[in-house]
C-alpha cells in the first residue's frame, strides 16, 4: 500500500467522510480517490475545486497578503467540503478534498485529522 493510499483510508476513517481524494490543481485531476457515490462524483468535485483552489490562490496574489491557504471550507446545507493544498508539497500544486456529512462530522476533528495527515504525507 503506497502513502497515497494511506492517506486516502485515512480521509475516510475520519467521521462523517464520504468522500476524499488528492488533487492536482495545476491540471484539475486526481492522483487518487476514495468513497463518492453517485451524487458525489468525486472526479467532478475535484475539478470544480480547482477553480476554487486557482481563484484564491489568484486573489490572495492579486492582494499581496503574504499568506498561504491553510485550508478552504466550502459549507452545503447538508455537507462540508474541506480544501487543503499539501503544505510540504505547495509548488507541487496538489491539494487534499474531503467531503464530510454535516450531521456526522465534527468540523474541528476533521480539520485536525486532515493537518495531521498533510503532515505525515509524502508523495
Known sequence: ???LDVALKDMMNIDGALGAAVV???SGMT???????RTLDLQVG??????VMRAKIRTIEQL??????EDILITLSGQYHILRPLSAQ?????????ALD??????????????????????
Not at 492522483?31 to 457515490?37: N, R, V
Not at 505547495?90 to 474531503?98: A, H, K, V
Not at 450531521?103 to 476533521?110: E, F, K, M, Y
Request: net charge negative; proline share 0%.
Open 46 to 51: 475535484a475539478a470544480g475545486n480547482t477553480e
Open 31 to 37: 492522483l487518487g480517490t476514495a468513497g463518492g457515490s
Open 64 to 69: 499581496g497578503l503574504n499568506e498561504g491557504i
Open 24 to 26: 492536482d490543481y495545476t
Open 90 to 98: 505547495r509548488s507541487t500544486g496538489l491539494f487534499l478534498y474531503l
Open 102 to 123: 454535516r450531521v456526522r462530522a465534527n468540523l474541528a476533528l476533521a480539520r485536525h485529522h486532515l493537518r495531521q495527515i498533510d503532515d505525515e504525507l509524502e508523495i
Open 1 to 3: 500500500m503506497s502513502n
